[in-house]
Every structure is written in C-alpha cells, then in structure tokens.
C-alpha cells in the first residue's frame, strides 16, 4: 500500500535514492513468547484490519489454523510441545510472520521497481499495483514468509499496520493483544523492553532467555522474547542465525553486476574490434 | 542448382527458419530477461506490455526456443566434430582477427569458433530450460525444496550470461564476416566466400555436384 506520509529507506529493482528527507524513528514489534496464551486475538485482528478472510481450512490435528502463511494469513500461531526439561513439557506458541529485516532478502531478490520498499522507519512493505508476481521474493526470504495469491499471482505478507503507524497508531495485533505480550515502539525502547523481560525470566529460571533480533539479517523490527533463546529452533522452527542465503547473494550481490559488466564489454569489444580491422572481406582474387 | 551461378547453396529452408524461430525467441528471451536481472535493462519490460507481462511470457518463449533449438542441433550436430583441421586452424585466429591470415589450414562447413559456439549452446540451453522450469511461477517453483528453487535462480543467471555473450560474438562475427549472414536469409553463399572460408566443405559440396 503506497503512503507518502512515510520515507523510503530502500526500494526494490531501484538504483537511485528513494525519498528520504523526513525523519522518522525506527521503530518495532516486540513479542514476548513467555506472555502469549495463545488465544489468537492477533491473527483475528490482522484479518480483521486488513480486511482479509481466508478459507476456512481443516483441523490438522494441532491447533495451527490455517496451517500455514497464506498470502490471505500474514500472521499464523505456531504451536511446539517440547520437552528442554525431561517430563517437564512447554507449550512454546509463536506468532509467525514477517519479521521486518533490516536487510531484507525479499527485496534484494525482487525485480519490479517499487513493489518492495523499506521506509525509514524500518517497515518492509509490499506494494502489490507494482509486483509482477515472479516469486523472488520467496527465494530471497531468509524466514519463508511471502506468498503468493492464487487469486491474482501478486506476494502478499504482513505490513506491520504500516498504514496504521503512519498516522500514529500501533499495530491492530499489538492494540488486541489480551496479555500485552505484544508491544509497539521505538526499537531502542522495544529492546530495553525486551531487557526486563529476561531478567525476569532469567530470575524465573529460564537461565537461556534472551531477545531474538537476529543480526545475521542486520537486526529485525519483529523480536521475540524467547525463554530459551539458544535454541530457537523450539519455536516451531525458528532459525538460530538466518541471513540471506549464500545463493541469493551470489546471485543478486555479485553475479548481477558483474555479468551485466561481462555483457556490456563484450558488446564494446564487438563494437572497437570493427573499428580497428574492419570487415572481413573475400578477396578479389578468390572471387573468381 | 549453384553450377549456374557463383552461389553455393549452405542451408535449405527448414535450416534457415528453424534458426530464425530460436534467434527470434532467444532474443525475446535476453530482453525480458535482462529486464528482470538487472535494472538498467528495465525499459524492456515495455517491450512486452509490462512487468507482469514479461514475467507471464518469458517461460514459454523459453519452451518454444528449447524445442526449436533441439532442431537446429539435431541438424549440425554432425557438422560441429572439432577436428585437428581446426585446432590447427584456431593457431591463426590472432591473423585472422587482424584480416591477415593467409594459408589457413583448409577447414569444413564451420571454423572452430563455430564449433564452440555450437557446443557451448548445447551445453546451456538445457541447463536454461531445466533451472527455468524450477523457478517457474506459479505453476512449478511451489513444488520445489527453497534451497534448489535459490541454486537453479543462480544457475539461470550464469548459464544466460554464457549464452548471451556467445550470442553477442556469434551476431557480430556474422556481420564481420562479409557474406556470411546470405546463407542464414537466402540459404546460399558465393563460391568465392565458401572458397575463401570453408574450403573443405566447398570441396565438398562441389563433388556432390559433379
Ligand atoms: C540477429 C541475430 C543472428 C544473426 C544475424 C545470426 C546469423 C547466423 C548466420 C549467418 C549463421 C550461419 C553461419 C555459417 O553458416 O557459417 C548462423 C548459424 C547459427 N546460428 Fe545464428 N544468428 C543470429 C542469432 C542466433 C541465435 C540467437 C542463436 C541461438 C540461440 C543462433 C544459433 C545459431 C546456430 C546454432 C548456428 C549454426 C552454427 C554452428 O552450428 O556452429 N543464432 N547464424
Ligand atoms: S513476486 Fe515478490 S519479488 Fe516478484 S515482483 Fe512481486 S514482490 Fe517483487
Ligand atoms: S522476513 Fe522475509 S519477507 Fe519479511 S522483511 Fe525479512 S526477507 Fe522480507
């Protein structure tokens, strides 16, 4: 969704500077795994703002529905049983979504001017009037979060309410949220948050709680208050040091400029070798 | 046909539009697919309606050239064996880029340029047609493990830079070449140029003739 109100940090398939002479603090989601109950009230909300109604699909068996991100489902509940304690089970439930990067695979994959950008503030957005639908948003995604609608080939994913946060709201997830285990604002903040929550939690016994804000991605404006932070593939399988995968740099990082180079040269080369020698031409003689 | 006249013929009807059909497609194909690698070719994207529009056409103008370009393998294939004629031949190629060569060995229907050309698109254009089919949206890519969708994205990019700068030298090099580019739009050439550059092979076709 296009808002002039916010600045534009980063934007995908673009080389020139986005517009970026307003100030904006950044900003982010923090999520506190220890306080959810897992009553869904956020994924109601985010449906409910967004005005989006998915299928209703089946029970699989779990308390996952839908069972999946759909480009209809921004935001699904995960629910883990573990065990890190023998006999002593914990019911781990994550709030799966985008997370925000501060170096978005999704945008550095995509090719379409403008249908990703990242407004100073740190929101990573889609603008589906400018995606073609290639999908290399996915490829690029460390956290397997876009989708794309079978309804009009376009990637959808969560906005983080950027239409809310720019007129000074917090995100309908954060405003519904039963427990206050989602909380909204500067990131500076969000992380001395996070801070008294894991000395809480630490004081509690949960000797490896921590803040997940991965910097393998350069930090994320979503985190997450884990009670076992070294292992945050618990989480319904939370990677424990996401970036962008070595392919997809290789790809969109070295190969693009380089072999664009390659092209051009080859072209010159062309071009300056005619000039030096000349066409090949059959002689007089052999022409007989 | 060619005893009448000072023309040779090199390539008949089928050989000539089947060459068309992939030089036409591979071109649509190096335009919306620049587009979507880099940005300073994104004007492209106009060229077919649009980005969506590229993104839709790409993959089955890539079917069509895969197919097609089977054809025109299947009929050089026999005539692109690198001989040790053309290793000798490729120890002159600093002459013959300068227009100076004299006494070249005397070389069959393709010079060793060629011949790379020929196995170097053999080479990628499966690979192009076998990674682009993983990647394809939406109907393919889904199906895919993530970690290959991101292997074959890489793997497009490289094998079509390949096939793009053999594309680049093949083009100019018939243009270089005076003569050259009659044989791919009127199927002949004169028997000075078959002569001059393909002497083998006009030996050849002058024998049949008798
Ligand atoms: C405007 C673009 C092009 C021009 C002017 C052109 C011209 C020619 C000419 C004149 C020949 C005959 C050379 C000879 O008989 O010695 C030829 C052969 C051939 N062309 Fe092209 N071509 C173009 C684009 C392409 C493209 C895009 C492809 C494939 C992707 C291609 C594939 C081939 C192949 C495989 C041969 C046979 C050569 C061999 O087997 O070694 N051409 N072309
Ligand atoms: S599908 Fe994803 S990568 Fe492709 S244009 Fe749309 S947002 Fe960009
Ligand atoms: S989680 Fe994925 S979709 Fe969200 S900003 Fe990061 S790379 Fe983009």
Redesign the pocket.
């Known amino acids: 969704m296009a808002l002039q109100s916010l600045d534009i940090k980063a934007r995908s398939a673009t080389t020139t500077p986005s517009p970026s002479v307003r100030e904006t603090m950044e900003v982010a989601k923090l999520i506190d795994i220890s306080k959810c109950i897992g009553c869904k009230a956020c994924q109601v909300a985010c449906m409910e703002w967004n005005d989006l109604r998915d299928e209703v699909g089946n029970n699989v068996g779990v308390y996952d529905n839908p069972a999946d991100l759909t480009a209809k489902s921004w935001t699904v509940m995960r629910y883990a049983e573990v065990e890190v304690e023998q006999n002593k089970l914990e019911w781990l439930i994550r709030k799966d979504g985008c997370m925000h990067c501060a170096d978005p695979g999704c945008l550095k994959a995509c090719p379409s001017p403008g249908a990703i950008v990242q407004y100073s503030n740190g929101i990573v957005d889609f603008h589906q009037e400018n995606c073609i639908g290639c999908g290399y948003c996915i490829t690029g995604c460390p956290f397997n979060v876009p989708r794309i609608s079978k309804q009009d080939s376009k990637a959808y994913k969560c906005t983080l309410c950027s239409d809310r946060i720019a007129v000074g709201l917090e995100p309908a997830c954060v405003k519904t949220c039963p427990t206050g285990a989602i909380v909204f604002g500067a990131k500076g903040d969000m992380i001395h948050h996070a801070e008294g929550r894991v000395t809480d939690l630490k004081s509690r016994g949960y000797t490896n709680a921590g803040l997940y804000d991965p910097q393998g991605v350069g930090g994320t404006h979503v985190m997450y208050v884990l009670q076992h932070a070294d292992q945050p593939s618990l989480y319904s399988g939370l990677p424990k040091d996401p970036s962008i995968s070595a392919m997809v740099g290789l790809w969109k990082g070295v190969a693009k400029p380089l072999l664009s180079l390659g092209i051009g040269l080859t072209v010159l080369a062309g071009f300056f070798h005619y000039i030096k020698a000349g066409p090949n031409e059959v002689e007089e003689e052999t022409e007989k | 046909m060619s005893n009448e006249t000072n023309l040779v013929q090199?390539y008949n009807v089928k050989e000539r539009t089947n060459?068309w059909v992939?030089?036409i497609t591979?071109?649509m194909l190096v335009l919306s697919g620049l587009a979507l690698f880099h940005p300073s070719c994104l004007f492209f994207y106009s060229l077919f309606g649009g980005g969506t529009w590229a993104r839709i056409l790409h993959p089955f103008i890539g079917v069509i050239m895969f197919l097609s370009?089977l054809g025109?393998a299947v009929k050089?294939w026999d005539?692109?064996h690198i001989t040790d004629t053309d290793r000798e031949w490729r120890k002159h190629l600093g002459d013959i880029l300068a227009n100076k060569a004299k006494n070249l060995p005397e070389i069959g229907k393709?010079n060793i340029g060629?011949?790379y050309?020929?196995w170097s698109?053999v080479a990628i254009i499966p690979m192009l047609m076998l990674s682009g089919f993983i990647i394809w949206q939406p109907y393919f890519a889904p199906v895919f493990a993530i970690g290959l969708v991101r292997f074959a994205s890489l793997i497009h990019a490289l094998a079509a830079f390949i096939?793009i700068v053999a594309?680049i030298v093949?083009?100019y090099a018939?243009?270089w070449t005076r003569g050259?580019?009659s044989?791919?739009t009127r199927g002949t050439v004169t028997k000075a140029w078959a002569k001059h550059h393909h002497p083998a092979w006009y030996k050849e076709v002058n024998k049949g003739a008798k």
């Open positions: 090199r060459h992939v030089a591979f071109i370009f025109l050089f005539h692109n393709y060629q011949k050309l020929f698109l096939g594309i093949h083009v018939a243009y050259s580019i044989a791919m």
